[in-house]
């Protein structure tokens, strides 16, 4: 009868715990190849064991982090005086999603004490980046909202008064052309001062009394498409819808004014590519498709073959005044507004794109709609 002895149970335990472990746990042995993966590891990463026994951590290595700052990390865990290192790390998952971590590396040693090779564990800070962000984002538009309730005062009255006075002036040069051109450019501008004014208002007021209800998700999308049918022909961009027969819980008004400022914003990507690009043949489509998930909830997703979102800028795009366009061509409130939309409609928002050139999708996770 075989029999275990006290140490093999112990190695038993352990084994167990570090399988049944919620954080990911790897071990490399002392060349830095992966010699073990737990569960959790696989779960958060997406890379089967078998893809990565052999391989070296460097497959997680994200294309942000700066090679200096893993020198200093294993100069850290070889300093006899330190022998670990404990920080935040941003890896890279197998799909290509960028993964925050907490983790710790320490060198575990044969009964003599020398180094045997590496354990790494794991925090995954996903959900925690998440709640500072969204923090950080409600604290912005606390100060935005100061900001622009003190504009809208105090600057929307003396614009009324200097807009009435310019068209009043237009009146009486009615026949000079380059008089009636110059009056035109003030009220122009004046008007696109008070639409800012109107746009940080948006993005930063408390959410209102919204009525959700239950909208046929189709016939509001062809309404934006009427609105933005023309612009987009004259880009030569292509419209299109897949599989929008669902109902959802929103806001019909909200979900207009989302719909449009995404197209936009998916126009003006694709404007900025083919400035770039010398292929004239390339066709550039808007598209605009849904899906059910198994919980009930719709997900619907506006694709576009636009210049594309670099990963650093993934991170930022819905922030208030955050534009890469040039100087004039925006004003950076676009994103700010539609990720202000789908939050007052209880919603979810989340973007993706593979790099520079390669388009983007954002995709809005809706409430089903409930059944009366």
């Known amino acids: 009868m075989e029999t275990i002895s006290p140490s093999g149970q112990v190695d038993q335990v352990f084994l167990r715990c570090v399988e049944d472990c919620f954080e990911p746990i790897m071990l490399t042995d002392i060349t830095g190849k992966l010699t073990y993966v737990n569960p959790a590891w696989v779960l958060t ?3 089967q064991k078998h893809e990565a026994i052999g391989q070296t951590p460097r497959l997680l290595r994200s294309p942000g982090e700066n090679p200096d700052f893993y020198k200093n990390m294993w100069k850290t865990i070889l300093d006899p005086n330190i022998g670990f290192w404990r920080g935040e790390v941003i890896n890279q998952a197998k799909d290509g999603h960028l993964v925050p971590v907490l983790l710790t590396i320490t ?8 180094i045997k090779g590496y354990m ?9 980046k998440r709640m500072e962000e969204q923090i950080l984002r409600q604290d912005r538009l ?32 009615r026949g000079n052309e380059e008089a009636e051109k110059n009056l035109e450019l003030i009220i122009g501008q004046i008007d696109r001062i008070s639409g800012l004014i109107q746009s940080l208002l948006r993005v930063s007021r408390v959410p209102g009394q919204i009525l959700l209800r239950n909208v046929e998700l189709a016939p509001i999308v062809k309404e934006v498409f009427v609105l933005m049918q023309e612009a987009c022909h004259r880009a030569g961009i292509e419209l299109r819808t897949n599989n929008l027969d669902f109902q959802i819980s929103a806001d019909s008004s909200h979900l207009q004014q989302l719909f449009l400022n995404l197209i936009i914003n998916s126009q003006h990507a694709i404007e900025e590519i083919k400035q770039k690009s010398t292929d004239t043949a390339k066709k550039h489509v808007i598209e605009v498709s849904a899906k059910k998930k198994p919980s009930g909830n719709v997900v619907v997703s506006v694709k ?54 390669q388009g983007a999708t954002f995709h809005i996770e809706f409430n089903e709609a409930v059944n009366r």
């Open 45 to 47: 990463y997406g890379y």
């Open 107 to 114: 060198p575990y040693r044969e009964s003599g004490g020398e």
């Open 120 to 128: 790494g564990i794991a925090v995954d800070l996903s959900d925690q």
């Open 142 to 173: 606390a100060s935005i909202g100061m900001l622009a309730g003190g504009l809208a005062h105090e600057v929307g009255n003396p614009l009324g008064a200097i807009r009435g006075r310019a068209e009043m002036v237009m009146n009486q040069v």
């Open 304 to 357: 576009d073959t636009g210049c594309g979102i670099s990963s650093e800028n993934l991170r930022k795009i819905f922030q208030p005044f955050y534009t890469t366009k040039a100087a004039g061509k925006g004003t950076g409130l676009g994103l700010s507004i539609v990720a202000k939309l789908v939050e007052e409609m209880n919603g979810n928002l989340t973007v993706e794109s593979e790099g520079v050139g």
